[in-house]
């Protein structure tokens, strides 16, 4: 059984910065592709970032140039460091991963960005 545990949200000033982390644990498949999801309020979740573990990484264009993901793949982690934050990058972020073995999505952690 995969986990994933998000940290690192919280509330910050426009312009700010925020980092997320995501552990996965369990057995954890190889390639796989693990990213960041948001969600405002009466929204759809939407694609932020993702990363390949060969290292490919996609951010949507609303981030690209403020946002980065990285990955640690001996500690199955994946952060995304969050700069120039503006009011409407608020809503829940949810890690998720993707195996060969099906997609895994954490709890969420709760990003406000206040203007």
């Known amino acids: 059984q995969v986990q994933l545990v998000e940290s690192g949200g919280g509330l910050v000033q426009a312009g700010g910065s925020l980092r997320l982390s995501c552990a996965a644990s369990g057995v954890i498949y190889s390639p796989n592709v693990m990213g960041w999801y948001r969600q405002a309020p009466g929204k759809q979740r939407e694609l932020v970032a993702t990363s390949t573990s060969s290292g490919t990484s996609n951010y949507t264009d609303s981030v690209k140039g403020r946002f980065t993901i990285s990955r640690d793949n001996a500690k199955i982690t994946v952060y995304l460091q969050m700069n120039a934050l503006k009011a409407e990058d608020t809503g829940v972020y949810y890690c998720?991963?993707?195996?060969?073995?099906?997609?895994?999505w954490g709890q969420g952690t709760q990003v406000t960005v206040s203007s």
């Open positions: 998720k991963l993707q195996s060969s073995r099906g997609a895994y």
